[in-house]
């Protein structure tokens, strides 16, 4: 084969080696291969010397066009392959703007808020002022004042927790209920007059069941005045029934006992699901349960600074998860606070 052959056939196979390029690690070793300095056009240019001087000049051209032809291919594959790299980058980047968008989630009050939020609007309706109290408190505050007898069964350590205090310290609790508000309410007020609404959690130690929880939430009313008389419990009963439940909603007391009311009675509601002809929900007797009340205990009056020959009151507490598992027919307790978005999500 001559030398011209030979650079024919060189031709046709890096061309068709450069056709053959994918990506630019290949295109590298093309230039290496071909056109690089170790490449093989250089060493056919080394190769002039061995062939006869009269042929030279001819040789040397073509080697030059040989070289521009085969830089010029490279540019163009280089290109290309660029521009397909480009593409792939568009690609892999683009968006179909017609797909349909993702929604964003948005949050909503927690049902037992919604609840606490609705109640606070009927009491701020009849001037009750919304007020607190500690959730750690003192023994005294939750039960001593309250009239509670040291030996009451409440206090046992089953059902209270207790927070741990050095042996000279007084003894400190989780408050078991809002009750605790009315000593801190009266001995703030008195001797005003004062309506106030205390919501907030309180903790007893029970078994967690589909009815009772560990953590809870209570609202305590107490109302404190000249003349004030079981009638206006009654009354503020009703009010607070129809609005919570619907027009139409009766209340009644029952007889009861609480160491810190006298007399003392437990708040029911006409079933509003039966409209009072008994149903699954108030198993059948036309009313359910919704919480305690009472006229405060002479004893609570006097330890919250007000003369109980001059002043009387009355109190209440229940619980807003008790009043939405009615009012929403949620057959567990555990719900409220299992996180499971399933069930908070039902009450957006
Ligand atoms: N503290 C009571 C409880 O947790 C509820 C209660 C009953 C509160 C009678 C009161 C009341 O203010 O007068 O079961």
Redo the contacts with the bound molecule.
Sequence with gaps: MTITDELTALEAQAQADLAAVGDMAGLADWKSRYTGKAGALTRALRSMGSVPAEQRPELGRRLNALRVLLDAAFESAESRLKLAAQDAELASDRIDVTMPGHAPALGHTHLTNQVIAQVHAIFAEMGFQLDESPEVELDSNNFGLLNFADDHPARDMQDTFYVEMPPEAPSVLLRT?T?NAQIHAMRRAAPQPLRVLVPGKCYRNEQVTARSEMQFY?F?FLAVGRNITMADLKGMLGFFAERMYGPGTKARLRPSY?P??EP?AEMDVSCFLCEGKGCRICKHSGWLEI????MVHPTVLRNGGYDPEIFSGF???FGPERIALLKYGIDDIRNFYSGDVRFVEQFG
């Design positions: 209920h009750s209570q305590e609480f810190f009311t003392s919480g305690g009340c009472g109190a209440g507490g």
